[in-house]
Nanobody, 122 residues
Framework: EVQLVESGGGLVQAGGSLRLSCAAS????????IGWFRQAPGKEREWVSC????????LYADSVKGRFTISINNAKDTVYLQMNSLKPEDTAVYYC???????????????WGQGTQVTVSS
C-alpha cells in the first residue's frame, strides 16, 4: 500500500518561502503521479500542482503558477513543493496524494498523506 508523509510546513511571513516534502513508498505500476492539494479553513480542497513519475511532466494551478515549483528526487521517492513569494491566501493544510495520472481532479488520486500546515502571516 502506498504511504505518504508530508513535512516542511510552518509559519512564514508574506513574501517568504517554504519547501514541502512528500516521502512516498509502496508504489505500484498503476501509480504514476503525485499531486499537492491544499485546504483552508471553511474552504473546499484545492488542487495546487502535480508531477508525473514516468515523464516528470508538471502541472500547476493558476493561483500558484510562477511561484511554486514541484519536483521529484532521483530515487522517485520524495516529491518537493518549493513555495516562493508566499501570500496570506496560501495559508492552508497541504496534502500530497498519489494517483494514476497527473490531474487537478482529486478523484484521480487514491492515497493521501496526513497533511502539513502552512501559515503565511501578513
Amino acid at each position: 500500500e502506498v504511504q505518504l508523509v508530508e513535512s516542511g510546513g510552518g509559519l512564514v511571513q508574506a513574501g517568504g518561502s517554504l519547501r514541502l516534502s512528500c516521502a512516498a513508498s509502496g508504489f505500484t505500476v498503476d501509480d504514476d503521479a503525485i499531486g499537492w492539494f491544499r485546504q483552508a479553513p471553511g474552504k473546499e480542497r484545492e488542487w495546487v500542482s502535480c508531477i508525473s513519475l514516468s515523464t516528470d511532466g508538471t502541472l500547476y494551478a493558476d493561483s500558484v503558477k510562477g511561484r511554486f515549483t514541484i519536483s521529484i528526487n532521483n530515487a522517485k521517492d520524495t516529491v518537493y513543493l518549493q513555495m516562493n513569494s508566499l501570500k496570506p491566501e496560501d495559508t492552508a493544510v497541504y496534502y500530497c496524494a498519489a494517483g494514476w495520472i497527473c490531474s487537478s481532479s482529486s478523484s484521480r488520486y487514491d492515497y493521501w498523506g496526513q497533511g502539513t500546515q502552512v501559515t503565511v502571516s501578513s
